[in-house]
């Protein structure tokens, strides 16, 4: 073998260890920027964890999810900016590092017997989407009911005002809670409906869906049922309206028209 190839088969084997050696060391970097990420990332999630209180862990029920969605839009507001930061943006280009972010507050902030719901979706906004929606038809029976539990309240049941006022305000902390959020104006309407005989609650249902079908959905007001004679009962007297409020909210098709419900 001449010396010229003796030369290039060293340079050859000299070039293939060069390249083993820099793909080691290049290995070897990525490895440690993927930690230095990691390290980053997991005390950006514990900063963020650490702040999370007992009840504002999503529940297995779901019947905190209102306070759940709202601590998490408080803490996307936070870091990423944007208060719908879960919901995602098909448009949006999301730094991979945000990802990982985003996904430890999503696992951190729900209950260790809610972990196999999250096994199968893919992202972080998969995962919210999918317990909002889950877990809002729990939250608006809880709603309905704490309505209902408020029409149920009778002073002549309790001894004492100090009673009456503890049983409207443990309902009133709830309704905060499970976010119902009702007006005055809205509250007026649903009692009015609440206590309509069966034919005319049946009437007014009628004529509420009829008046938002042709006006694009919009909810009718107080005043609107008023002058349109929604809620006229066949007696002697004929209902006068009071100071029309802004809203009016009736019960149909199994939701409240006029109520904010979660």
């Not at 408020?150 to 009456?164: E, G, H, I, R």
Request: charged share 25%; aromatic share 8%.
């Amino acid at each position: 073998m001449s010396d010229i190839t003796l030369i290039l088969a060293e340079m050859k084997a000299q070039g293939n260890e060069d390249r083993v050696r820099r793909d080691r060391n290049d290995a070897r970097s990525r490895r440690k920027a993927d930690l230095d990420e990691q390290t980053c990332v997991t005390a950006i999630v514990g900063a963020v964890t650490r702040r999370f209180r007992p009840e504002d862990i999503q529940k297995p029920d779901g019947s905190n999810i209102r306070q759940w969605e709202c601590m998490l839009r408080l803490h996307a507001a936070e870091r990423f900016q944007d208060p719908h930061y879960f919901l995602g943006n098909d448009k949006a280009i999301i730094d991979p590092s945000d990802k990982m972010i985003a996904q430890g507050i999503i696992n951190s902030s729900i209950s260790s017997d809610l972990t196999y719901v999250i096994l199968d979706f893919a992202s972080f906004f998969d995962i919210y989407k999918h317990l909002i929606s889950k877990f809002r038809v729990v939250n608006r029976a809880a709603q309905l009911q704490l309505w209902n539990e408020f029409l149920a309240v009778d002073p002549a049941k309790l001894s004492t005002t100090a009673a009456l006022y503890k049983k409207l305000n443990h309902i009133g902390n709830a309704f905060h809670k499970k976010g119902l959020v009702l007006s005055w104006e809205v509250m007026t309407g649903l009692i009015i409906h609440n206590n309509l005989r069966d034919s005319l609650c049946q009437s007014v249902d009628q004529k509420v869906e009829l008046f938002m079908e042709s006006h694009n959905y919009q909810v009718p007001t107080y005043t609107t049922n008023c002058d349109q004679q929604c809620l006229n009962v066949t007696s002697d007297v004929e209902p006068t309206c009071p100071t029309p409020p802004k809203s009016f909210g009736v019960y149909q098709s199994g939701r409240y028209w006029g109520m904010t419900l979660a």
